[in-house]
């Protein structure tokens, strides 16, 4: 079975360009998950979906970054502009959601840097 | 953000010897997951606890949640070279993830 996929894997682009990652989630899983992975702050949760719906953005560092599901099968994170404070290692995750068992599989992430 | 206390921070050791990391929490937990990290990979999931108090195997680890759901602990046994990685630990409530500081392992062969 594929696990979460993500693209790209790198991404490198200057300040205030506009960058947009991609996440595919495991086939009938119902929860969605973007991740920030830093050595300062470890990894973070930015925001998180149910059946496409965001739920929780409480993560969302600043109003440069949205995220969308416009389906069961796909998600975006976007940063507009990117600053190179933003450099970090993104992940996606998905989950099957069902009662009493909501682990979390992620995907191989996707390094940004931001010059 | 928040982030659980994990011990040790770090790790190195010979082959075949033995392993043990925990994790301690000032909020209770529904489920405390471990992830094993490689270097340019994402987290991969090794055991999920449900239940204070379980204790659970995969293989060669171990881990155990404990009974206050505040903390839990995982043990390697007879270490080997591809056991080398980063270990997080993870307390998970209403679907949310908050995770351990990690532990970085590193096995001499």
């Known amino acids: 079975d594929a696990g979460v996929i993500q693209s790209p894997r790198h991404e490198v682009t200057e300040m205030g360009q506009e960058v947009t990652l991609r996440c595919k989630p495991i086939?009938?899983?119902?929860?969605l998950f973007w991740y920030r992975q830093t050595m300062m702050r470890g990894l973070e949760l930015l925001i998180y979906f149910n059946n496409n719906v965001p739920i929780d953005d409480s993560g969302m560092p600043e109003d440069r970054f949205s995220a969308k599901m416009p389906n069961a099968s796909f998600s975006t994170l976007k940063i507009q502009p990117s600053e190179p404070r933003d450099s970090a290692v993104y992940f996606c995750a998905s989950s099957p959601g069902s009662s009493g068992h909501n682990e979390q599989f992620f995907g191989p992430g996707t390094r940004l840097t931001v010059l | 953000g928040q982030q659980l206390n994990q011990s040790p921070q770090s790790m190195f050791i010979q082959e075949g010897e033995d392993v043990s990391m925990n994790c301690t929490s000032s909020s209770i937990f529904n489920t405390w997951l471990w992830y094993k990290q490689d270097p340019g990979e994402g987290p991969v999931l090794l055991i999920a606890?449900?239940?204070?108090?379980e204790l659970t195997s995969n293989g060669r680890l171990t881990a155990q949640f404990g009974i206050t759901r505040k903390d839990s602990f995982l043990n390697i046994s007879a270490s080997i070279p591809s056991d080398v990685g980063i270990y997080f630990c993870a307390g998970l409530k209403y679907y949310k993830l908050i995770f351990g500081t990690g532990t970085l392992l590193a096995v001499q062969p």
């Open positions: 606890l449900y239940k204070a108090g």
């Open positions: 086939s009938g899983h119902d929860y």
